[in-house]
């Protein structure tokens, strides 16, 4: 079975590309300094260290410029019809906006980056909510998206809804670098799918998982069905907002057991009636 957790995919030739410019900057740069230091000296000054530093502050993207992508996209959907309302729920909350759908329901999300840390967990569903998503916000360019939507559906959510008892109804990965050429989207290149132009973005459109409409228990409900498009409005609202094909959403299957004393997940993505990720019976330790 193929590795298509996401139809898109790391450039394969991207990490020894990074290696060897790396290696150039190392050993080249002294030749690019303009203070006419020795080579010896530009190295021991700390010039080289620091600006790597700075660089990487720099192309860091900040949870304000994630903010205003996701402001640029629910004002489109808010100005097209396909939600009521939206909020910032403020940082004493663990989620991150309140949507009111159009009948009046009230879909929670929690803002997330590239799924493959240790913060893919924290996140609490408000009381008020009727659904309540993740949002994966990845402004990593080198980042892998199969490994990391991997990483955070079966490593980190699947466990923690089954073990934590979580109610998360999807996942949508989706942001500014989407069909662009450091993250090539098969949607458009190969599927011809229409990009829609918000601001300074040209979006594809989102890729969406929807998850079990109830929490796995190995005794009781060992394999739930996963939720439908219809069953999650802000993930329909945004699926029918940029252009989304049904054939192309993310039914994801967490699946429990016991295995002697031990409590087990099985997890598995099914696109278009194909299952495109399946993983075996995975351990939860929680310490």
């Given at each position: 079975?193929?590795?298509?957790t996401i139809p898109c995919?790391?450039?394969?030739?991207?990490?020894?590309?990074?290696?060897?410019?790396?290696?150039?900057?190392?050993?080249?740069?002294?030749?690019?300094?303009?203070?006419?230091?020795?080579?010896?000296?530009?190295?021991?000054?700390?010039?080289?260290?620091?600006?790597?530093?700075?660089?990487?502050?720099?192309?860091?993207?900040?949870?304000?410029?994630?903010?205003?992508?996701?402001?640029?996209?629910?004002?489109?959907?808010?100005?097209?019809?396909?939600?009521?309302?939206?909020?910032?729920?403020?940082?004493?909350?663990?989620h991150d906006y309140s949507?009111?759908?159009?009948?009046?329901?009230?879909?929670?999300?929690?803002?997330?980056?590239?799924?493959?840390?240790?913060?893919?967990?924290?996140?609490?569903?408000?009381?008020?909510?009727?659904?309540?998503?993740?949002?994966?916000?990845?402004?990593?360019?080198?980042?892998?998206?199969?490994?990391?939507?991997?990483?955070?559906?079966?490593?980190?959510?699947?466990?923690?809804?089954?073990?934590?008892?979580?109610?998360?109804?999807?996942?949508?990965?989706?942001?500014?670098?989407?069909?662009?050429?450091?993250?090539?989207?098969?949607?458009?290149?190969?599927?011809?799918?229409?990009?829609?132009?918000?601001?300074?973005?040209?979006?594809?459109?989102?890729?969406?998982?929807?998850?079990?409409?109830?929490?796995?228990?190995?005794?009781?409900?060992?394999?739930?069905?996963?939720?439908?498009?219809?069953?999650?409005?802000?993930?329909?609202?945004?699926?029918?907002?940029?252009?989304?094909?049904?054939?192309?959403?993310?039914?994801?299957?967490?699946?429990?057991?016991?295995?002697?004393?031990?409590?087990?997940?099985?997890?598995?993505?099914?696109?278009?009636?194909?299952?495109?990720?399946k993983s075996k019976p995975?351990?939860?330790?929680?310490?």
């Open positions: 079975m193929s590795d298509e995919q790391r450039d394969p030739q991207l990490g020894s590309k990074i290696d060897e410019f790396a290696e150039i900057l190392k050993t080249q740069s002294h030749k690019l300094n303009p203070f006419g230091l020795s080579e010896v000296e530009f190295y021991d000054s700390g010039i080289f260290e620091g600006s790597i530093q700075r660089v990487r502050g720099q192309i860091s993207a900040s949870m304000g410029e994630k903010k205003i992508f996701v402001k640029h996209v629910l004002n489109y959907m808010q100005d097209n019809k396909y939600i009521q309302d939206w909020i910032e729920a403020g940082g004493s909350n663990r949507v009111t759908l159009n009948n009046g329901k009230i879909a929670a999300i929690e803002l997330k980056g590239c799924l493959d840390g240790n913060n893919t967990n924290i996140s609490a569903r408000p009381p008020h909510a009727h659904e309540f998503i993740v949002w994966s916000v990845c402004q990593n360019k080198g980042a892998d998206p199969r490994h990391n939507v991997w990483s955070g559906i079966h490593t980190r959510f699947s466990a923690d809804i089954i073990s934590e008892q979580k109610r998360v109804d999807g996942l949508v990965v989706w942001d500014w670098l989407c069909g662009t050429t450091a993250r090539k989207c098969p949607k458009i290149e190969q599927y011809g799918r229409e990009i829609t132009e918000i601001g300074p973005y040209k979006l594809p459109p989102p890729c969406i998982y929807l998850f079990p409409e109830t929490i796995p228990s190995p005794r009781n409900n060992p394999n739930p069905r996963p939720h439908t498009i219809e069953g999650v409005g802000i993930l329909d609202a945004m699926n029918k907002c940029f252009g989304g094909s049904n054939n192309e959403l993310n039914y994801v299957h967490f699946d429990a057991a016991m295995n002697g004393v031990e409590l087990v997940r099985t997890t598995t993505i099914d696109r278009n009636g194909v299952v495109v990720k995975t351990p939860i330790r929680r310490s």
